[in-house]
């Protein structure tokens, strides 16, 4: 999200001609001035951002469809008094002018062509309701080697709740996705399911859930319900845009958005009643992340869901559980509502990060400081050592809080209107060298920071 953000600015303080591809809705609509739409078999430009492109393209859609609608009413009015009098001799003459206007008007009439633009149906309907508490997440944690990703985590979903799970890249939401799913044990705690709930599960790497890659993609959702007949299953997967041949084609073949789709119709024909979505946008283009959108609007159950879409989340999520380092903040209300409250949409800065693990080891050192030794109340460090180690530690925190600032002020450089066309072309690539390497500095400096801490020393 920071990037994306980053991006964003810098795009729009950009002095030059910017063209941009992206299936980002919210990306779209705070970079684009202009549209270029590539349909009806042709290109048309539009003034405005994204969602200004689809108002205008509505409009001018249902202006043409009442331009044909009029015409034809008015070739079906001149046609009923064509056929009304042909035979009658006082209104010949007039019928033979009426048939040559509608010749006219036919010929003028012109259809609307068709549109290159596909949308899949996404429906989802449960089997039946859960019962009010759907999971418990109790004291989850999760290490891979050293690195301690998930510490104590405390959940309760209960039925209708719409959460997303946000935090700074490798905090560890899909592993915590993959523990609820029983795709991964976690170290210590326990997930209860609650009464009657029956989860459905889009995992990130759902290609690994294909298995046999040689086999259909029809064969694949059969396999998920063999009593149902073939018409069924087709039904199904023509609602995701596989028709014809399409539905032989072989799962190793698939594109990245054919793969999603294809999972979702098989999510969709287990009638699951909650929904745990581990980044379902990946793939997909700007009509199906729409379609996808209605389609988990209508539906009725319980949604976990994992995203870096802000749009999508913006438009779904009504819980917000932000995982930082050593703890969880559950924030109740919309993903815009949170931001403008808790002010993190800079969720994976690195000072971020860095200043919660510092204040989690804080706490600790004190817990631990309220406890007696066992030794008797000694220390095991002499006072001098401790406080020369404390000094180290300081150090090491002030030159990576210097060195962060230095890179923003890199990044505040880069980013101010007018600086590429002032800057010589020499002095942007020493600038861009130089927070190459306090970013790399900043690494190793953290990676220190974390040694000197993990050897005991308090604060």
Not at 89 to 98: L, P
Not at 177 to 205: C, R, S, V
Not at 212 to 220: D, G, K, V
Not at 223 to 244: D, K, N, W, Y
Request: glycine content about 6%; proline content about 3%.
């Amino acid at each position: 999200i920071l990037s994306i953000r980053w991006l964003e600015t810098f795009l729009r303080d950009f002095a030059g001609p910017v063209v941009v591809i992206s299936h980002d809705h919210r990306f779209l609509d705070n970079v684009c001035t202009d549209i270029l739409d590539v349909d009806y078999e042709t290109v048309t430009e539009y003034t405005g951002n994204y969602s200004d492109f689809l108002a205008a393209k509505l409009r001018e859609r249902k202006r043409r469809e009442k331009e044909i609608s009029k015409r034809e009413m008015e070739i079906a009015h001149h046609q009923k008094f064509v056929d009304r009098f042909r035979a009658k001799a006082t209104k010949a003459r007039q019928a033979q002018s009426k048939s040559r206007m509608i010749e006219k008007k036919t010929d003028e009439l012109v259809s609307l062509p068709p549109s290159s633009r596909r949308y899949p149906h996404f429906r989802f309907q449960q089997q039946r309701d859960s019962g009010r508490d759907v999971l418990r997440v109790k004291g989850i944690k999760k290490a891979f080697d050293d690195n301690e990703v998930l510490h104590g985590v405390d959940l309760l979903v209960q039925r209708g709740d719409r959460m997303a799970i946000m935090g700074p890249n490798g905090i560890g939401k899909s592993t915590l996705l993959k523990i609820i799913m029983n795709d991964l044990a976690a170290d210590e705690g326990e997930i209860e399911w609650g009464y009657e709930t029956h989860p459905g599960y889009f995992a990130q790497d759902h290609r690994e859930k294909f298995g046999r890659p040689q086999r259909t993609a029809e064969t694949w959702i059969w396999e998920g319900c063999p009593e149902q007949s073939i018409g069924f299953v087709r039904g199904h997967m023509a609602m995701m845009l596989f028709t014809g041949d399409d539905v032989e084609k072989r799962l190793e073949s698939l594109s990245g958005g054919e793969a999603t789709r294809l999972v979702f119709s098989k999510l969709a024909i287990a009638r699951p009643n909650v929904l745990v979505l581990d980044e379902p946008t990946n793939h997909l283009d700007l009509e199906s992340i729409e379609a996808l959108v209605e389609g988990l609007k209508s539906f009725a159950g319980t949604l976990i869901i994992v995203s870096h879409d802000r749009w999508f989340v913006g438009q779904l999520a009504t819980r917000i559980v932000e995982i930082k380092p050593g703890e969880v903040r559950d924030f109740q209300g919309t993903y815009d509502a949170y931001v403008h409250h808790c002010g993190d949409d800079h969720l994976d800065a690195d000072r971020v990060v860095l200043k919660a693990k510092t204040e989690k080891k804080q706490k600790k050192a004190a817990a631990n400081g309220a406890r007696k030794q066992p030794n008797g109340g000694k220390p095991k460090r002499s006072k001098a050592s401790l406080h020369q180690a404390e000094q180290e530690q300081s150090k090491l925190l002030a030159r990576i809080e210097a060195a962060e600032t230095r890179m923003q002020a890199i990044d505040d450089a880069f980013c101010a209107p007018g600086f590429y066309e002032d800057t010589a072309a020499g002095q942007v690539r020493q600038l861009q060298m130089e927070r190459s390497e306090l970013e790399l500095e900043v690494q190793s400096l953290t990676s220190e920071w974390e040694r000197a801490e993990s050897a005991g020393v308090p604060g």
